[in-house]
């Protein structure tokens, strides 16, 4: 057992000769009836006042450097894969689409990899901007990610605060408007087109892994078919299929099949009336679980649009085309039970705009659907007849 060697002493207290020959200084002092003996990280006599200053001004709150170090380093944030997931548990907990959540994920491992072993408190906003450089795509997403991950970290974790969070000054970029980059939307006839294009392998014989194949194809134009004649997001669909969303078949007569109910983004309730070939669209979705993932649509449309000769149509835009055919085009179809529009009523009860009146259909069991003069037909649909089947085939091959 090693016996200290005192070499003198210090204003604070003493000092012995350390392992490499250097000075240890000891803090020994009496305050308030209590004795505390504290080896300093000092490396001279004026470090070790300087530390007998900061001793003198809070005896208990004191800490070496060493000490306030390995606190310190207890304590730090980092954005690693543990963090990550129980920030994409609570976007999900949230209500927060799968999709969406692994988009978040995609951008925050980014993030992680440029920021490993960092501490968030102390990275700044040059840190941040200089990881930003790296990346030439998708800017205003990697930002958003970034801030919303920061924001649960100081709102629901309580491990960062206002001050110690540089994403804060990180500013979104401003979206332009998308038809200054481009048109939106497609026409009808390019919709049926792509329809029709969008075909499975040929058979010589059904073996399990062709069928497998074909089924995959058929969802894909089932969610085509619920986009174009609906105008729904594909987030809305996704839910469909996961069995989320309530379907409602309407007995009465008419055009309109079934209704379905869902939650919409803003958090409200919303109901929809649809047709039969869409409530098919859906309940084929729902019998398989899950709409197809983003990758086997654009993979699957790809081919389609390259068949038919067409530019590559993008399903996220098929809601700006719905809107646009139902402006130009569309009617309006009312079960056989009757009910008026809601300007009309807006009208009768005296509402300022059509928008407080929104709130009578929000309990309204089957309301107006918008028709929309689009024909997607395919020869290897489930409900066409072989009669119709075959006329298709032939007019194809015509």
């Excluded at 609570?90 to 988009?103: A, D, F, L, Q, V």
């Excluded at 925050?108 to 990899?113: R, V």
Aim: proline letters at 4%; a positive charge; charged letters at 30%.
């Amino acid at each position: 057992m090693s016996t200290k060697v005192w070499i003198g002493k210090w204003a604070g207290g003493r000092m012995f000769a350390g392992k490499d020959g250097r000075p240890v200084y000891v803090l020994r002092k009496m305050i308030d009836g209590r004795n505390y003996t504290i080896h300093l990280d000092a490396r001279s006599e004026a470090e070790a006042e300087a530390e007998l200053a900061l001793f003198v001004r809070d005896p208990e709150g004191y800490r070496t450097r060493g000490e306030a170090q390995k606190i310190k380093n207890e304590s730090a944030v980092y954005m690693d894969a543990p963090a990550v997931a129980r920030y994409l548990e609570h976007m999900r907990s949230k209500g927060t689409t799968e999709r969406y959540s692994k988009n978040v994920g995609y951008y925050l491992a980014g993030w992680a990899d440029g920021l490993a072993g960092r501490d968030l408190r102390t990275v700044t906003l040059q840190d941040l901007l200089r990881e930003l450089k790296k990346h030439k795509t998708a800017r205003k997403n990697r930002i958003t990610a970034l801030k919303s991950f920061c924001a649960w970290l100081r709102e629901v974790e309580g491990a960062l605060t206002a001050g110690e969070d540089a994403s804060i000054s990180l500013k979104i970029p401003v979206a332009r408007p998308e038809k200054s980059v481009r048109e939106k939307g497609y026409s009808i006839e390019t919709i049926e087109r792509v329809y029709r294009a969008i075909i499975g392998w040929e058979f010589s014989n059904f073996n399990r892994e062709e069928t497998r194949q074909r089924t995959d194809v058929q969802c894909v134009r089932d969610v085509l078919c619920i986009h174009a004649k609906t105008g729904m997001h594909g987030t809305e669909i996704e839910r469909l299929a996961r069995g989320e969303g309530k379907v409602s078949l309407v007995t009465e007569p008419g055009e309109i099949a079934a209704t379905v109910t869902f939650l919409h983004k803003s958090g409200q309730v919303h109901r929809q009336s649809i047709d039969r070939q869409t409530l098919e669209a859906v309940q084929r979705l729902q019998a398989r679980g899950a709409a197809p993932v983003d990758s086997h649509i654009r993979r699957v449309v790809r081919r389609a649009c390259k068949a038919a000769r067409l530019p590559l149509v993008r399903f996220g835009e098929l809601r700006h085309s719905f809107v646009t055919w139902a402006s130009e085009s569309g009617q309006e179809v009312r079960p056989k039970s009757g009910g008026l529009p809601l300007a009309a009523v807006a009208a009768v009860v005296g509402h300022h705009s059509a928008h407080t009146t929104k709130r009578f259909y929000e309990n309204v069991k089957v309301p107006p659907m918008i028709k929309i003069p689009i024909k997607l037909e395919h020869p290897e649909d489930p409900a066409l007849l072989p009669v119709r089947r075959t006329a298709l085939r032939l007019a194809e091959l015509a």
